[in-house]
């Protein structure tokens, strides 16, 4: 379940309103037999089970436990379950995976019977599709220091090859949350400040730059392609269009191929960079 305002609502597929500034509750209770689970795994009637909860955020690429029950006795017992996870965190595909385990290494049980601490019983997730500040382009905010990127970098765009895959699964803005004006700017996004809107302006204009970089490189983008709705090429082809109305993709990538300089302005007037600041 997820908690909200105090109030239970089924764990829903997507979060069209979530923004890295909302921190997630949820909760959930299960009824669990401890003995009739390490009857039916061949465990000994004394073997210690835990209850655990692991989330997985596909934005941010953290993964972390979130709760854990132990289950030592042999009573039919109510398990709560709950987490609090940081907005800041998250990002793309929520997935929280409940599972009922071994807890300590045991060395008797039946001769198939899970032996190591840690081995699964039973498990089962959900996941939940998490939307960023703009519809249609996932972002997380995550600590660059973390990662293989500049600490002093303020964006990254993550972008895949696949040009059939999914466009929401394909792409990714990272903002680095030690840059206090960019992270602030995104806060800000539903009322910015004017100094909020220049910063925004500058990512959206390097965003679709590299986007549009990414698509001129790829062999499979080409005058007359065709790809399905809702994938990365479509949303290549759909920028490419909004941008360059009227020429051809061989046109603009032999632009881009003599002079990527000049390719670059031309694609800040495209998007009319600093046009509402």
């Not at 997820?2 to 997507?14: F, R």
């Not at 071994?102 to 939940?128: M, Q």
Request: one cysteine or more; glycine letters at 6%; aromatic letters at 6%.
């Amino acid at each position: 379940m997820l908690l909200v305002d105090g109030e239970e609502l089924p764990l829903p597929d997507a979060l069209s309103d979530w923004d890295y500034q909302m921190d997630l509750a949820l909760r959930r209770i299960m009824r669990i037999d401890p003995q009739r689970a390490r009857a039916e795994s061949g465990l000994p009637p004394d073997a210690v089970l835990a209850l655990t909860v692991v989330w997985t955020a596909t934005g941010s690429n953290l993964r972390a436990p979130a709760d854990r029950i132990s289950l030592a006795g042999t009573e039919v017992r109510d398990c709560e379950l709950t987490a609090r996870l940081r907005g800041s965190d998250l990002g793309g595909n929520l997935i929280v995976d409940t599972a009922l385990v071994l807890a300590e290494t045991t060395d008797r049980g039946a001769p198939a019977s899970p032996r190591r601490a840690g081995s699964v019983l039973w498990s089962d997730r959900h996941s939940v599709r998490l939307q960023g500040d703009a519809p249609q382009f996932p972002m997380a905010v995550i600590d660059f220091a973390h990662t293989s990127f500049p600490n002093d970098a303020a964006w990254y765009l993550q972008i895949q090859n696949d040009l059939l895959g999914a466009t929401m699964g394909s792409m990714l803005l990272l903002v680095n949350e030690a840059n206090g004006a960019t992270t602030t700017a995104f806060r800000n996004a539903g009322k910015p400040r004017q100094v909020d809107r220049a910063i925004l302006a500058a990512v959206y204009a390097d965003a679709a730059r590299v986007m549009v970089e990414h698509a001129l490189r790829h062999s499979d983008f080409i005058d007359g392609a065709e790809f399905p709705p809702e994938t990365l090429g479509h949303t290549l082809m759909g920028l490419f269009q909004q941008l360059f109305p009227g020429a051809t993709i061989n046109d603009i990538q032999l632009r881009f191929e003599r002079s990527a300089s000049i390719f670059a302005s031309d694609l800040q007037a495209a998007v009319k960079i600093f046009q509402d600041v």
